[in-house]
């Protein structure tokens, strides 16, 4: 069983940036960010290998968001530029052994980290 938590969220202006932060109980595989706003799924965001060579972002993601992981530290980042107020949601970090951007093949998930950006 690993825990994991999601922390970094907060309030930002539109244009502004935010590093969420995900601290796992133990050793994980595959890592994801996910989001969901109120009244709409859970959509994928981004997603890496215990490695980190190999990362996958969501169209609204590319250009704007990192991924990336300490395995030393058991920690997940996600460092969002620009933002935007479409970004508005609770961020989820969720953990796995298949590198996926479906929600469902992950096995673990954090409670979630509320983002909001103001316009």
């Known amino acids: 069983q690993v825990q994991l938590v999601e922390s970094g969220g907060g309030l930002v202006q539109a244009g502004g940036s935010l590093r969420l932060s995900c601290a796992a109980s133990?050793?994980?595989?595959?890592m994801g960010w996910f989001r969901q706003a109120p009244g709409k799924e859970r959509a994928f965001v981004a997603a890496?290998?215990?490695?980190?060579?190999?990362?996958v972002y969501a169209d609204s993601a590319k250009g704007r968001f990192t991924v990336s992981r300490d395995n030393a530290k058991n920690t997940v980042y996600l460092q969002m530029n620009s933002l935007k107020p479409e970004d508005t949601a609770v961020y989820y970090c969720?953990?796995?052994?298949?590198?996926?951007?479906?929600?469902?093949?992950?096995?673990?998930w954090g409670q979630g980290t509320q983002v909001t950006v103001s316009s």
């Open positions: 969720a953990a796995g052994g298949s590198y996926t951007v479906v929600a469902q093949r992950y096995d673990y």
């Open positions: 133990g050793r994980t595989y595959v």
């Open positions: 890496i290998t215990w490695s980190g060579d190999s990362t």
